[in-house]
């Protein structure tokens, strides 16, 4: 099991920043890939960016996200930069064990980028 704490959601203005962090617990692995997905209102949930050795991003955060780990405190963060008010959703950590190819969800943090 993999417990997921997420930190860092709020209001922020559009061309503002925010950090988002998820604290990982439980049978973790700096091998397994942890990473951010978001779902906004009546849309389905969808990627923004995956870390292992390498990293993953969704087009539309390309250039303004930037996802790093910690693995000595297994943490993940999501800097982002220049919000949009398309970027307003419900952000969500997974954690995805690479040998059973289980999926461990956070509890999700909101994030509304407006004026």
């Known amino acids: 099991q993999v417990q997921l704490v997420e930190s860092g959601g709020g209001l922020v203005q559009p061309g503002g920043s925010l950090r988002l962090s998820c604290a990982a617990s439980g049978s973790i692995s700096r091998i397994d890939t942890m990473g951010w997905y978001r779902q906004a209102p009546g849309k389905q949930r969808e990627l923004v960016a995956t870390i292992t050795t390498g990293t993953n991003y969704a087009d539309s955060v390309k250039g303004r996200f930037t996802i790093s780990r910690d693995n000595a405190k297994s943490t993940v963060y999501l800097q982002m930069n220049n919000l949009k008010p398309e970027d307003t959703a419900v952000y969500y950590c997974?954690?995805?064990?690479?040998?059973?190819?289980?999926?461990?969800w956070g509890q999700g943090t909101q994030v509304t980028v407006s004026s």
């Open positions: 997974s954690y995805r064990k690479i040998v059973t190819g289980i999926v461990y």
